[in-house]
């Protein structure tokens, strides 16, 4: 932490102004960062590449250290990071204005009748109808979140060949993304990549990072093969 706050202090960063910028108040909250695109290009392009770094900081802490973590630089990461487009900002900024685009908040409960949803929310006494809905809340962190539609990692965890990781998703070995079976040890042929490996790969699962995740598997998968290919070769001498 203090590494990264000597970084802010190099770039002229004022890392708590920035850290609490928002309001609440969407427009005024991209209108802000719209008028600093290089005070925030610095700061947002630091906070990628903290995210790049985190992994080795992130698995080398206890998974007591890990909860704080979660609980005091977690999100601020979250906020500023994949910073959106100025056109796209823009863009937002002006559907709002004209009332195209209404952001709401305070749901409680959401029904269906087969053709129209209904959506209540808190202090909203009439409910709000919709023929089209949606669900852009994200993916699933927790083995124990999964339902009918994630069978596959269920009957994995059921028949003992993936295991929960206490902070999101399945046990992995960091550096190579095989995984851990609590029957049967590392799986070396097994690879995960992606939003099931949250718990280890701390907020690595953008395009970018799951490309590079991907590119080191196979450059891994290669070395293994050609080690067994001489490892043959000298048995058969």
């Excluded at 609490?20 to 590449?49: C, V, W």
Aim: glycine residues 4%.
């Amino acid at each position: 932490v203090s590494l990264f706050l000597k970084e802010c202090a190099e770039y002229d960063i004022d890392f708590k102004k920035l850290v609490h910028r928002r309001t609440g108040n969407h427009i005024a909250d991209l209108k802000y960062d719209l008028a600093r695109p290089t005070e925030m290009g610095i700061f947002q392009s630091m906070i990628e590449h903290l995210k790049e770094n985190l992994n080795w900081i992130w698995n080398s802490l206890s998974i007591e250290d890990q909860h704080q973590f979660n609980q005091k630089y977690s999100k601020m990461i979250q906020l500023n990071s994949n910073p959106m487009p100025p056109r796209t900002a823009e863009l937002i900024i002006e559907l709002i204005e004209n009332k195209s685009l209404i952001l709401k908040k305070d749901l409680e409960d959401v029904k269906h009748d087969g053709k129209l949803y209904y959506f209540s929310y808190k202090n909203q006494e009439s409910v709000d109808i919709y023929n089209v809905v949606i669900n852009a809340t994200g993916a699933k962190s927790h083995l124990n979140e999964l339902d009918q539609d994630d069978q596959l990692i269920k009957n994995l965890e059921n028949r003992q060949i993936v295991q929960a990781h206490p902070m999101g998703g399945i046990q992995i070995i960091p550096e190579t993304n095989q995984v851990i079976s609590p029957r049967f040890g590392t799986l070396t042929n097994m690879i995960a990549i992606g939003q099931m490996t949250n718990g280890v790969n701390k907020l690595r699962n953008g395009v970018k990072m799951i490309v590079e995740q991907v590119a080191h598997t196979v450059s891994q998968l290669y070395d293994a093969l050609e080690s067994n290919e001489q490892q043959q070769r000298s048995d058969n001498q």
